[in-house]
């Protein structure tokens, strides 16, 4: 059934948002495309191509650039290690941005570096666990061998698997006798190997709550697993420890944050929220909105979290609750065009023709060639058209 909601904002890719994506994590599929999202007007009864990205998968950045490990027109791995799934590189738990960068000392590799030999060496559970076993017994106050052991877990997920049962995708293998198939082969993630990474970084998370890129991380995983609960989970955790942290927070090798911590938390927890309503779940929208509402509690005045939580209320068809918090964000901004058209269209569900009215030609005079505006001009005329005579 299709709901009737309010525009979803878009992260543009000049935003200061990280990526905790791993260097061989594939480009979003065919069918999570612009034009796909343009189609997808279930849940908007205001979309523009500018403002409405793919609602399959958050607004971030979806491949790591090898070459420099960040974002921004620069060779993709797969340019440099190929494409083939059976021939896939270590998997680097690896935040990226336009702008904000992990720092080395001379001393010590970067972190990729230093991720992708330990990739190279510990390949198999077994290993892994031994070696974070033994690692942060050694190092009690050292996140890296948590770190390094998620990334290790990502990589043993993404390798080409041989499972007995017919539970994971692939090619099957069958009896000859029996004719029955006894197993799988397959080069598909493991998701099970996938949430173990998310397990060693929810431990880090606990022992270093001040590493926000730890947080970020376990999002990321739960994203790529498909773990929408443990999502909820991990963001919440996050805004916890931004809340008791504060000023401690530090990213990657304890690196300061080098952007308003503010933007930072809201761009992270925009795109997981935009993720969870994708799914059109009353669990998940429950989900998504929940975590707009914690986060507001850090946040009352941020424009972008204001309009997720106000998402909520408009896929309920709560348009006194959803315009509430609308009219808030555009006191925060009132230049906001894609908040203003979100106002007057859940006026016209309210049937309160004067405020859209008012906010539709608000729109027009703050920017009259936008797109937005033609689709206020639009929506005048029909306002002033009389109503169809009932039979």
Known sequence: ML?????????????????????????????????????????????VSEEIECLQAPARVEAVR?????????????????????????VLILLLCVSLHAVHSEEKPPLAVRVKEFVATYKTPDAIDAKLKEWSEQEPQN???????ANAYLAAADSVSITTGTKRPGFAIVDPK?????????????????????????????????RLDIHVGRMSI???????????????????????????????????????????????????????????????DKAGHGIAVAALKLYPKNVKLLNL??????????????????????????????????????????????????RFEAIIKKAPDSEQARDAREELKKLKAPAPKKR
């Open 222 to 284: 739960c994203e790529r697993a498909g773990d929408m609960k443990a999502l909820e989970h991990a963001a919440l955790a996050m805004l916890d420890a931004v809340a008791t942290q504060g000023d401690k927070l530090r990213w990657i090798d304890d690196a300061p944050l080098t952007v308003p911590l503010e933007q930072k938390v809201a761009g992270e927890i925009h795109g997981r929220i935009r993720l969870l309503y994708s799914k059109e779940k009353p669990d998940t």
């Open 66 to 90: 090898a070459s420099a490990f960040q974002s921004g027109g620069l060779p993709c791995p797969e340019a440099e290690y190929g494409s083939s799934p059976m021939k896939r590189p270590a």
């Open 309 to 358: 939580a106000a998402v909520f209320h408009s896929y309920n068809k709560e348009w006194e609750q959803a315009r509430a918090l609308l009219v808030k964000a555009s006191e925060s901004d009132p230049d906001d065009i894609i908040v203003l058209m979100n106002i007057a269209m859940t006026s016209v569900r309210m049937k309160d023709t004067a405020d859209a009215r008012t």
């Open 3 to 47: 709901r009737a909601g309010i525009a979803l904002r878009q992260d543009a890719a000049k935003d200061t948002l990280e990526a905790y994506a791993p260097a061989s994590l594939p480009a979003p599929p065919a069918s999570c495309d612009r034009d796909a999202t343009l189609n997808r007007t279930r849940r908007t009864f205001y979309t």
């Open 178 to 210: 029996t004719k029955k198939t006894v197993g799988t082969i397959s080069d598909t993630p493991d998701p099970r190997l996938q949430m173990k990474g998310e397990a060693i970084l929810a431990t880090a998370a606990g022992k270093f709550p001040h």
């Open 143 to 149: 996140p890296d061998p948590y770190v390094f052991a």
